[in-house]
C-alpha cells in the first residue's frame, strides 16, 4: 500500500492529520496540471482547493470507494473542476496578467509558457485538449487517462489522434 | 521535421517551461483551514445518529422476537383467564 493509501485509509480512521500528508504530496503537482490547462496560477488554485474540500469530505464520510489509486481519484476531481472552471471563466487577457506572487524571470517565462500552452490547446475540442495535456505534458498512460477520464483506453488513443490531426490542420490553415 | 515532431517539440517545450510552476507557499496551510480546520470535532452527540442507524437492525431483530414470544404467549393467557370465573387468575411464569 502506498503512502497516499495508508494516509487516505488513516484519514478514514479519523486521523485528520493524514489529510496534510495527501495535499503535501499532491498539490504541487495537481495545481500544475490544473494551471496549463487554464492558463493561471491562481485559478487553478481555487480549482484544486475545492478539490481537495470534495476528496476530504468523500474521504472522511466514506465516498471514496477505493477502486481506483487515490492520485489518479485526485486528478479525475481536479480535471473535472478544471473543465468546470474554463466554462465558467470568460476572462479577458488583462485579467491573464494578473498573477498574485509571481515575480521574478523565471516566473514570468512559466507564466508566458502557461499561456501560450493554455491557448493553443485550447482550440481544441474539450476531450481532446485534456487527452493531449494528461499524455503528452503530465506524462500519464494511456491506461491512466481511461481511469481518470472514466472512458476506455482506445477512446483515449482516439482522441490522441484526432487532437494532434486537428493541431495540423490549424497548423496549416495559419 | 514533420507537423508531428513540430508539435511534440512545442508541447515539450511548453512542458520544461512551465515544469516549476508551484502554487504559493501559502496554499498547503490555506487548504488545511477549508478542509480539516472546517469539519467539525467529533463528539458523543455528532456520533449518536450513526449508532443508532448501526443498532437498527438489531433492534428490529429484537422487536420482531418480542411480538412473536407475545402472540404465542397469549393464547396461555386466554386460556388461564377462561378458566377463572371472575376474569382473576394468577398467572406463573
Known amino acids: ?174 | 521535421m514533420t507537423d508531428h515532431d513540430d508539435i511534440d517539440a512545442r508541447l515539450e517545450r511548453l512542458t520544461r517551461a512551465t515544469a516549476r510552476i508551484t502554487p504559493r507557499a501559502d496554499f498547503s496551510a490555506r487548504v488545511m483551514r477549508a478542509t480539516v480546520d472546517r469539519a467539525p470535532e467529533v463528539s458523543w452527540w455528532g456520533e449518536l445518529p450513526k449508532a443508532g442507524f448501526r443498532l437498527l437492525p438489531v433492534a428490529a431483530l429484537v422487536a420482531a422476537l418480542g411480538i412473536t414470544w407475545a402472540a404465542t404467549n397469549a393464547g396461555a393467557v386466554d386460556d388461564a383467564l377462561a378458566g377463572s370465573p371472575d376474569d382473576v387468575t394468577d398467572l406463573e411464569w
Open chain 1, 1 to 174: 500500500m502506498s503512502n497516499l493509501e495508508q494516509a487516505a485509509q488513516r484519514l478514514a480512521e479519523g486521523d485528520r492529520s493524514a489529510f496534510q500528508v495527501i495535499v503535501d504530496a499532491t498539490s504541487a503537482k495537481l495545481v500544475r496540471l490544473s494551471a496549463r490547462m487554464l492558463g493561471n496560477v491562481a485559478d487553478a488554485e481555487d480549482v484544486v482547493q475545492e478539490a481537495y474540500v470534495k476528496a476530504y469530505r468523500a474521504l472522511t464520510e466514506g465516498g471514496f470507494d477505493g477502486r481506483s489509486r487515490v492520485e489518479t481519484w485526485l486528478y479525475r476531481i481536479v480535471v473535472n473542476g478544471t473543465i468546470d472552471a474554463k466554462r465558467k471563466l470568460k476572462r479577458t487577457a488583462t485579467d491573464e496578467l494578473v498573477e498574485a506572487g509571481w515575480d521574478g524571470a523565471a516566473s514570468a517565462e512559466s507564466i508566458v509558457a502557461l499561456r501560450e500552452l493554455a491557448g493553443w490547446l485550447g482550440e481544441l475540442p474539450e476531450e481532446q485538449q485534456t487527452v493531449l495535456m494528461l499524455r503528452a505534458v503530465e506524462g500519464l498512460s494511456s491506461a491512466e487517462i481511461a481511469q481518470i477520464l472514466e472512458c476506455s483506453e482506445g477512446a483515449v488513443e482516439q482522441r490522441l489522434v484526432r487532437a494532434r490531426t486537428m493541431l495540423r490542420e490549424k497548423r496549416r490553415d495559419t
